[in-house]
């Protein structure tokens, strides 16, 4: 027998003048209160957590306390951070919507939500398609779902992740300890789930990579037909090319390397830089202390000029410019030329995985990626060493990075990527080939391509001399003629 309707009046009088709700209620409503801002806290270190800048983690690392210790520890593995925290939040909020649904049922009786339903099915016709304790269970389940989204949301969500973006260092040391734990008793579940998400990760990526293969080779194929319609365009096809791959390029495979870069030590002689100065050319000299993995600073050969005529009491230390810069190898070139951009600066040093420093990468450098090789009035040689030898036949130094062989040679840069491995320069691809360093006037074959190693010391390869397979296709100057 259905519930007599009850007037919405007289429903929300009964409300406010309900009796002092029972002890079960109240310890309910405690536990809603200590659960939001539980959530509230594994929400807010998500934020701080992973808005840790490069100078709070020093921080810590000087600091050595052990919130700082068990914060770098977590950092370490962040996807199973991440795992943890997502999956702490979900239980917590689990948990509130099962507890508010008793409190609310306690509070407000099942029979309560049936005499609604029949209040409501007597402005709508609900109850043609609905009993009346369905449209009771509705009206229970919407009241559940808009007030514990709203809790959620403006105290578990937003406002936490406000104060954490603020006081990021000082939530994840005050979280450190709570997360540890739970990094450590989820340790099953999240594991399993980073697995899974590194299987799909890698099968979403390698769709990807063939996608962009397939990608680069159409606009690739666009441009050749295109623009090389026109006569006269090999430049501009080339530079079309250049920049449609600009942005795969990294740091090493354009860098100088610091066998090559020029630089001064910091306790030379003011005529001994003078002389330095005159003989390399550059207009940016880096200086360093001990050695090259010790860079501290750049001189500007400008702020020379007004010092022509001075001995060796002169301390040219003191116009050295500390503005470094420090780019990692793997670096994009892309994301770099912004940098210099951002910061106005022209170099920048490379550092290797451990902190050494590998060479030097210029805003020139970038730049002939695009538009080629930069001669200016100060250029006696071009700056890849090369002899021709004959149409299909070419002498290269072993140090010439492999990108500027075939820019010399209008080659595709991608022609030796499965041999190369991580190897950057010319004698770096022979070593990969030969799985050693190769004797002089051994040959070494790779798809039509004869690589002859003409010089070669102990340790490094010092010329090769490169064979075509068809000279009609691959010479430089039969295409650019």
């Not at 990807?208 to 293969?213: G, K, L, S, Y």
């Not at 060493?385 to 299909?392: E, G, H, K, M, V």
Request: hydrophobic share 45%; charged share 25%; aromatic share 10%.
């Amino acid at each position: 027998m259905e519930p007599e309707p009850e007037p919405f009046l007289a429903v929300f009088l009964h409300l406010f003048f309900l009796a002092v709700p029972p002890g079960e209620v109240i310890f309910g409503l405690l536990g809603i209160v200590v659960l939001l801002m539980c959530s509230a806290l594994v929400s807010g270190s998500e934020i701080a957590f992973f808005s840790l800048t490069h100078n709070d983690y020093e921080e810590l690392q000087q600091a050595g306390d052990r919130a700082g210790e068990r914060i770098i520890h977590m950092l370490k593995r962040p996807r199973k951070l991440l795992a943890t925290i997502l999956i702490s939040n979900n239980f917590v909020n689990i948990a509130i919507v099962i507890l508010s649904d008793f409190v609310l049922l306690r509070f407000i009786p099942e029979e309560t939500f049936e005499r609604w339903g029949a209040a409501l099915a007597q402005w709508l016709p609900l109850n043609l398609w609905f009993t009346i304790k369905q449209i009771g269970w509705t009206i229970n389940f919407l009241i559940i779902t808009v007030g514990i989204t709203f809790l959620l949301v403006l105290f578990g969500e937003v406002a936490p992740k406000i104060y954490a973006r603020i006081n990021n260092l000082t939530l994840a040391r005050f979280m450190s300890l709570p997360l540890s734990i739970l990094f450590r008793f989820f340790h099953p579940v999240s594991s399993a789930l980073v697995r899974l998400t590194n299987l799909v990760e890698g099968r979403l990526a390698n769709s990807n990579v063939a996608n962009q293969t397939t990608s680069r080779e159409d606009i690739d194929d666009a441009i050749e037909l295109t623009v090389s319609m026109e006569e006269d365009t090999e430049q501009e096809v080339d530079i079309l090319k250049s920049i449609v791959k600009f942005g795969e390029v990294s740091v090493k495979q354009i860098m100088r390397s610091r066998m090559d870069v020029v630089a001064i030590d910091f306790r030379l002689t003011y005529q001994k830089v003078m002389d330095i100065v005159r003989e390399s050319g550059y207009s940016r000299i880096p200086v360093y202390e001990n050695d090259f993995d010790n860079v501290t600073g750049i001189l500007y050969v400008k702020d020379l000029l007004g010092y022509n005529e001075e001995d060796n009491k002169f301390e040219w230390q003191e116009l050295i410019r500390t503005n470094l810069l420090y780019v990692p190898e793997a670096k994009k070139i892309d994301d770099l030329l912004k940098e210099f951009q951002r910061k106005r600066l022209h170099l920048a040093i490379v550092v290797d995985e451990y902190g050494g420093s590998s060479g030097i990468i210029t805003l020139e450098d970038i730049l002939e990626e695009i538009i080629g090789d930069i001669q200016d009035e100060f250029d006696d040689e071009p700056e890849i060493l090369y002899q021709r030898i004959d149409d299909s036949t070419f002498l290269f130094e072993g140090k010439t990075l492999i990108n500027d062989v075939c820019r010399v040679l209008t080659l595709d840069t991608a022609q030796f990527d499965e041999a190369r491995g991580d190897s950057d320069s010319l004698a770096g691809l022979l070593l990969e080939l030969h799985g050693g360093i190769p004797k002089v006037d051994e040959e070494i074959p790779f798809e039509g391509f004869t690589f002859k190693v003409t010089a070669a010391s102990k340790r490094r390869i010092e010329q090769v001399l490169l064979t075509l397979p068809d000279p009609l296709k691959y010479s430089p100057f039969e295409a650019r003629s």
